[in-house]
């Protein structure tokens, strides 16, 4: 069976949903790991959208922004970005997916600045409602693909926070939200220590291995255990994957 290193991670994304949450979907990839979330393990989970969109079935079309006429028609609610910031702020949000520029081994995210911030080599988009997503949802899972340059030892500015200097760091300055709880890359899939909140391997993807994730790390990459292959896709995610994105725009 073949696949894209993309479609593992739709399907590696559309697991960390569990069933009845409350999710703050985005766009590009975990889009389509909502819609096969809902359409396998989580049918009663809800996707929030930024632009004021709510949504209890997954788009029938492919939408290319989250404004497009595919995601606005059958909405469950169509509201005010304010109305759905407030979900998040009166920590009702399980879950909310990011991604990012840069990502660091206690999964804090710039998109933001690369380079010293007043003077900055590279000027990034921003926040968006990363920043958010990332203080007030009880926990959030971070995709994007892995390099390393972009998986440093320490980001060159915090846009949105994962656990920051690690421990007990978020408790200690305020952030409600429970932080990053997963990692999920071109390479595999990391989680967060209960204790240090450090990322660590949890598996890598088929045709990698802890060395070739370690590669492509700029910290010394811890390692589980139990550390295994990332699940191969079964043939009836995959079907779902590539039924709700058919021309391969997300994942090929």
Same mark, same amino acid.
């Given at each position: 069976? $073949?696949y894209t290193?993309?479609?593992?991670?739709?399907?590696?994304?559309?697991r960390?949903?569990r069933?009845?949450e409350?999710?703050?979907?985005?766009m590009? %990839?975990?889009l389509l790991?909502?819609?096969?979330?809902?359409? $396998?393990?989580?049918?009663?989970?809800l996707?929030?959208?930024?632009?004021?969109?709510? =949504?209890?079935?997954?788009?029938?079309? $492919?939408?290319?922004?989250?404004?497009?006429?595919?995601?606005?028609a059958?909405?469950?609610?169509?509201?005010?970005?304010?109305?759905?910031?407030?979900?998040?702020?009166?920590g009702?949000?399980e879950?909310?997916?990011?991604g990012g *520029?840069?990502?660091? =081994?206690?999964?804090?995210?710039?998109?933001?600045y690369?380079?010293?911030?007043?003077?900055?080599?590279v000027?990034l988009?921003?926040?968006?409602g990363?920043?958010d997503i *990332?203080? %007030?949802? @009880?926990?959030?899972?971070i995709i994007?693909p892995?390099? @390393?340059? =972009?998986?440093?030892?320490?980001?060159?500015y915090?846009?949105?926070?994962g656990?920051?200097?690690?421990?007990?760091?978020?408790?200690k300055v305020g952030?409600?939200?429970?932080?990053?709880?997963?990692l999920?890359?071109?390479l595999g899939?990391f989680r967060?220590h209960p204790?240090? @909140?450090?990322?660590?391997?949890?598996?890598?993807?088929?045709?990698q291995?802890v060395e070739?994730v370690?590669?492509?790390?700029?910290?010394?990459l811890k390692?589980?255990l139990?550390? *295994?292959?990332?699940?191969?896709?079964?043939?009836?995610?995959?079907?779902?994957v590539?039924?709700s994105?058919?021309?391969?725009?997300?994942?090929?």
């Amino acid at each position: 069976m $073949t696949y894209t290193d993309r479609e593992l991670m739709v399907i590696a994304a559309a697991r960390e949903i569990r069933d009845g949450e409350l999710v703050f979907v985005g766009m590009r %990839l975990p889009l389509l790991a909502f819609a096969l979330a809902k359409r $396998t393990h989580a049918p009663r989970a809800l996707g929030l959208f930024e632009n004021g969109i709510v =949504r209890e079935q997954p788009a029938p079309d $492919t939408p290319f922004t989250m404004s497009d006429p595919p995601n606005i028609a059958g909405a469950l609610w169509s509201t005010s970005t304010g109305n759905i910031m407030a979900l998040l702020q009166q920590g009702l949000v399980e879950m909310g997916f990011i991604g990012g *520029a840069e990502v660091d =081994r206690y999964g804090n995210l710039n998109t933001s600045y690369i380079g010293d911030w007043k003077h900055p080599t590279v000027k990034l988009p921003g926040s968006g409602g990363g920043a958010d997503i *990332a203080s %007030l949802a @009880k926990r959030f899972v971070i995709i994007m693909p892995q390099e @390393k340059h =972009r998986f440093r030892e320490r980001v060159d500015y915090i846009t949105s926070p994962g656990h920051g200097d690690g421990g007990d760091w978020r408790r200690k300055v305020g952030l409600r939200g429970g932080g990053p709880s997963a990692l999920i890359t071109t390479l595999g899939v990391f989680r967060f220590h209960p204790e240090t @909140k450090e990322a660590y391997l949890a598996s890598f993807h088929p045709g990698q291995s802890v060395e070739s994730v370690r590669a492509q790390t700029g910290w010394d990459l811890k390692v589980a255990l139990d550390v *295994a292959p990332t699940p191969e896709p079964s043939a009836p995610e995959l079907e779902i994957v590539r039924a709700s994105d058919p021309e391969g725009f997300w994942t090929r």
